[in-house]
């Protein structure tokens, strides 16, 4: 069964930074998608970063592109998200998600990361808040 389990959230002040963790288990961690969405109030969900762990090849929204980072550490089959220079517009319910990334019909090929809607597995959110 594949489990996700987000935390590190927190409230921190404009220009501040924070670290989330997702640590997972129940599936081959190399062969996986991993990323972060967020959901504000009255907002609809939005990815945010994701890595391919088989070549940790990256993507970032245009949102949070140059403020925060993805990484994943495949010893401990955690992903993290290293978030800087933090907005009032980042507040939000954070969640980790993935899907399996090796195209089906050829092994040697994988889905880019940031194909949104693969993404079938889903850990429960860790909240965001950006204040002063």
């Known amino acids: 069964e594949v489990q996700l389990q987000a935390s590190g959230g927190g409230l921190v002040q404009p220009g501040g930074s924070l670290s989330l963790s997702c640590a997972t288990s129940?599936?081959?961690?190399?062969?996986?998608?991993i990323a972060w969405f967020r959901q504000a109030p009255g907002k609809e969900r939005e990815g945010v970063s994701c890595i391919s762990i088989y070549d940790e090849s990256t993507f970032n929204a245009d949102s949070v592109k140059g403020r925060f980072t993805i990484s994943s550490d495949n010893a401990k089959n955690t992903v993290y998200l290293r978030m800087n220079s933090l907005k009032p517009e980042d507040t939000a319910l954070y969640y980790c998600a993935a899907f399996p990334a090796r195209v089906p019909t050829d092994y040697s090929r994988y889905y880019y990361c940031n194909a949104w809607s693969r993404y079938g597995s889903w850990g429960q959110g860790t909240q965001v808040t950006v204040s002063s």
């Open positions: 129940g599936f081959t961690f190399d062969d996986y998608a």
